[in-house]
T-cell receptor
């Protein structure tokens, strides 16, 4: 079974702090994704990475950056946290299309509920 | 028009009822279709996956895709209180592998 883990389930930070959210997957997936989920807005893609050191902006990248130094690890960074970044953050991974067994299916971690005060 | 539309509910049914959850999509290039289940304060978990049109059954769950009408359905037979969750449809296809999600339907199954 695919396992995606996230470093914290709950996090409380102050406005202006730099925040690191870590995600690790153990299935050797090339693709990794960061989403935020808010009531009424659904899942929104922040950034994704299709290989080590490669990244692409999603739909709402403003205020965020990412880092992927190793295949299994994808970090989301809030350079200066703001109250409107209070949200549920979800990491996911998938195989690249064309790989045997690839179906575009993404596997999600448990989520980090971030509160910025 | 949003790419994937899903009625947010909430939907409340008695235990044992048959539940029908639905999504519509607009992009005819979509060819992969998924249903995720998300319990409160947890991450989404993959429930069903379907490629192109047709039905797929897994226990009490049946996923159905009608590409001609761009309609995706999930049926739950003999619903149980443990089925109470938010159900998200998702699609992908075309030139990239990103998933496009519906906003989710909140289902409550009452004992």
């Amino acid at each position: 079974d695919v396992k995606v883990t996230q470093s914290s389930r709950y996090l409380v930070k102050r406005t202006g702090e730099k925040v690191f959210l870590e995600c690790v997957q153990d299935m050797d997936h090339e693709n990794m994704f960061w989403y935020r989920q808010d009531p009424g807005l659904g899942l929104r893609l922040i950034y994704f990475s299709y290989d080590v050191k490669m990244k692409e902006k999603g739909d709402i990248p403003e205020g965020y950056s990412v880092s992927r130094e190793k295949k299994e690890r994808f970090s989301l960074i809030l350079e200066s946290a703001s109250t409107n970044q209070t949200s549920m953050y979800l990491c996911a991974s998938s195989l690249p299309r064309g790989t045997s067994g690839s179906t575009d299916t993404q596997y999600f971690g448990p989520g980090t509920r971030l509160t910025v005060l | 028009q949003k790419e994937v539309e899903q009625d947010p509910g909430p939907l409340s049914v008695p235990e044992g009822a048959i539940v029908s959850l639905n999504c519509t999509y607009s992009n005819s290039a979509f060819q992969y279709f998924m249903w995720y289940r998300q319990y409160s304060r947890k991450g989404p978990e993959l429930l069903m996956y379907t490629y192109s049109s047709g039905n797929k059954e897994d226990g009490r769950f049946t996923a159905q895709v009608d590409k001609s009408s761009k309609y995706i359905s999930l049926f739950i037979r003999d619903s149980q209180p443990s089925d109470s969750a938010t159900y998200l449809c998702a699609t992908s296809g075309g030139s990239n592998y990103k998933l496009t999600f519906g906003k989710g339907t909140l289902l409550t199954v009452n004992p």
